[in-house]
Nanobody, 128 residues
Framework: VQLQASGGGLIQAGASLRLSCAAS????????MAWFRQAPQKDREFVAA????????YYFDSVKGRFTISRDNARNTVYLQMNSLKPEDTAVYYC??????????????????????WGQGTQVTVSS
């Protein structure tokens, strides 16, 4: 599976942005998908994850109510709608794909080590 993230940019605080991650390869619907981010001089952190079926999601506490992860299995694409952006959201955003498991638990899918494939990242910069 190859992942291509896009949609980043430079925007002002309070604005909205939608990131996309297009997947190529078979069986996109058999992968849980997630967004992680990495700010300068910080570790990569979990942002949001969505189950292969699209009917369950998890979010990092600081983005709950502002960000929405969704997927379109017909288009092999996962999205991250980001509203009310803050300067602390500035980071490189990465999408990841994790193979289907018999469970979809927060602990497992918040862990970057659970992901098998990664996109190249897209920069989001929020100015104050």
């Amino acid at each position: 599976v190859q992942l291509q993230a896009s949609g980043g940019g430079l925007i002002q605080a309070g604005a909205s942005l939608r990131l996309s991650c297009a997947a190529s390869g078979p069986s996109f619907s058999n992968y849980a998908m997630a967004w992680f981010r990495q700010a300068p001089q910080k570790d990569r952190e979990f942002v949001a994850a969505i189950k292969w079926s699209g009917d369950s999601t998890y979010y990092f506490d600081s983005v709950k109510g502002r960000f929405t992860i969704s997927r379109d299995n017909a288009r092999n694409t996962v999205y991250l709608q980001m509203n009310s952006l803050k300067p602390e959201d500035t980071a490189v955003y990465y999408c990841g794909a994790a193979g289907r498991r018999p469970w979809f638990t927060s602990t497992y899918y918040r862990d970057e080590n659970s992901y098998d494939y990664w996109g190249q990242g897209t920069q989001v910069t929020v100015s104050s």
